[in-house]
């Protein structure tokens, strides 16, 4: 008798990971279309459903009838890597060409919980391609999952979330200099600051459920880890000064007047490289605006 639960198994076949890739495609299709978030709630979880749900909600506000400049989106060239492991979740990655985004390789991470259960997209990440890595794989090109306490690299996946909301915050040398590291941190500072307007930043950490981190050995001995972020963003106006209007997609999910403060919400996935030994570097990231507040 096999028990699934202890029993070490890739998480998937290669022509169902095709298969998962291919619905979660047409829903997604479908629900931006219609600006429909139920058309593909079965589809997503975890930070893509956040991000994929308020940019629908925001968009069937504005165009009850439709989404006005829907094109489908495609994905081809897809390459897929799926680990062996014990128990649930299962997960595997589909490396793919798409036709939005420019240059850049989507990176779709997919999770079921059980073997009735649907698999569901809940990490969307952009890479350009010189900066994927190759992945540690055994003699029938199963991938190698790496556990979230994991010692033997320069932080545990588990810890990411953290490290990384506590970097933005405090900056440090655990982080590459990069777009998304000590970038992301200048572009910070410089608008924390303006006449008539001060914004503050709050980082969070997200790391329950299907915001988990997930982690891949790669081929150096390091990991390809992906994880989720929260953050705020809150514009305060001084005294005779007012905050900017957002724009439409914004107002749709703000509650409240914005009189003098706007506090946005967002979601934010990141792909990064744990080293066996270095500094982690934050290869994408994709953020998402979930809610706001006025007051």
Aim: charged share 25%; aromatic share 8%.
């Amino acid at each position: 008798m096999v028990h699934g639960e202890r029993e070490v198994l890739p998480a998937t076949t290669r022509t169902e990971a095709a298969k998962a890739l291919q619905q979660f495609t047409s829903a997604y299709n479908a629900a931006d279309k219609a600006y429909d978030a139920s058309l593909d709630a079965d589809h997503t979880a975890g930070a893509l459903a956040a991000i994929d749900s308020a940019r629908l909600k925001a968009g069937r506000t504005n165009h009850p009838d439709g989404n006005p400049a829907h094109a489908p989106l495609e994905l081809t060239d897809a390459k897929y890597t799926i680990p062996k492991k014990a128990g649930w979740p299962r997960w595997f990655v589909a490396d793919t060409k798409a036709n939005k985004g420019g240059k850049s390789r989507w990176l779709l991470v997919f999770t079921r919980d059980g073997l009735d259960e649907t698999w569901q997209a809940t990490y969307l990440t952009l890479v350009a391609p010189e900066r994927m890595p190759e992945f540690k794989t055994d003699a029938d090109g199963w991938a190698e999952a790496v556990p979230a306490d994991s010692t033997d690299l320069a932080a545990p996946p588990g810890d990411l979330s953290k490290d990384y909301t506590a970097y933005l915050r405090s900056g440090g040398a655990s982080f590459a200099d990069g777009v998304h590291t000590s970038s992301w941190r200048k572009v910070r500072e410089k608008r924390s600051s303006r006449p008539g307007l001060v914004t503050q930043f709050i980082d969070e950490p997200l790391t329950e459920g299907h915001y988990a981190p997930l982690a891949l050995r790669t081929k150096d001995g390091g990991a390809l880890v992906f994880f989720t972020t929260r953050h705020y963003e809150k514009q305060t106006a001084a005294r005779g000064a007012a905050v900017p209007t957002p724009n439409r997609d914004v107002l749709a999910l703000t509650d409240g007047e914005i009189k003098q403060s706007l506090t946005m919400e967002f979601v934010s996935n990141e792909v990064a490289l744990d080293p066996a030994d270095g500094k982690v570097s934050v290869l994408g990231r994709v953020q998402g605006l979930t809610s706001a507040k006025g007051e």
